[in-house]
T-cell receptor
Framework: AQSVTQLGSHVSVSEGALVLLRCNYS??????LFWYVQYPNQGLQLLLK??????LVKGINGFEAEFKKSETSFHLTKPSAHMSDAAEYFC???????????FGGGTRVLVKP | DVKVTQSSRYLVKRTGEKVFLECVQD?????MFWYRQDPGLGLRLIYF???????EKGDIPEGYSVSREKKERFSLILESASTNQTSMYLC????????????FGPGTRLLVL
């Protein structure tokens, strides 16, 4: 069975500071990995995904994530936080041959002026 | 643009009532999903469907059923609502290809009194 752990349910960052959201997974086979963002009162929107190939993946809104197989991690970063980044972020995994996503518990990001 | 719509944004029901949540997608996607979202638990899969009249249980199907009579529409049914089903319900859809992204609706916040 797959599982996803997001370290920290809440993260507070200052505007302009680095955003780092941690995600570790357990999977018996190399998975596909996703980060989704949920803005207040909205559904989830895909930020980026890793399937195969280059392990550093760039997404929308300046976010990127690196797949590290040896650490079973897929941490999300953004060099400089913006007020509009305040949202909840979810890491998810999926088997390559499957269509079911397993989500982490989510990390809510607060951006301070 | 992919559009996934859900019939209600907010719903208040009484214990024991039968509740229908409707989801419609306009991208001719084969796969459709129902999740519930609870603080700290992320999203958990209730049921999914990979074709008309086909369904599979997700991780937490107890107390729920689904119906998919048409490709674009996937309904979640609470046969007898209970207070522990108070939650945010999210619908998603995706195409058949293995690299396909899941697209989410805006969610229905259900309160069971």
């Amino acid at each position: 069975a797959q599982s996803v752990t997001q370290l920290g349910s809440h993260v507070s960052v200052s505007e302009g500071a680095l955003v780092l959201l941690r995600c570790n997974y357990s999977s018996s086979v190399p998975p596909y990995l996703f980060w989704y963002v949920q803005y207040p009162n909205q559904g989830l929107q895909l930020l980026l995904k890793y399937t195969t190939g280059a392990t550093l993946v760039k997404g929308i809104n300046g976010f990127e994530a690196e797949f590290k197989k040896s650490e079973t991690s897929f941490h999300l970063t953004k060099p400089s936080a913006h007020m509009s980044d305040a949202a909840e972020y979810f890491c998810a995994v999926r088997k390559a041959a499957g269509n079911k996503l397993t989500f982490g518990g989510g990390t809510r990001v607060l951006v301070k002026p | 643009d992919v559009k996934v719509t859900q019939s209600s944004r907010y719903l208040v029901k009484r214990t024991g009532e039968k509740v229908f949540l409707e989801c419609v997608q306009d991208m001719d996607h084969e796969n459709m999903f129902w999740y519930r979202q609870d603080p700290g638990l992320g999203l958990r899969l209730i049921y999914f469907s990979y074709d008309v009249k086909m369904k599979e249980k997700g991780d937490i199907p107890e107390g729920y059923s689904v119906s998919r009579e048409k490709k674009e529409r996937f309904s979640l049914i609470l046969e007898s609502a209970s207070t522990n089903q108070t939650s945010m319900y999210l619908c998603a859809s995706s195409g058949q290809e293995s690299l396909e992204t899941q697209y989410f609706g805006p969610g229905t916040r259900l309160l069971v009194l």
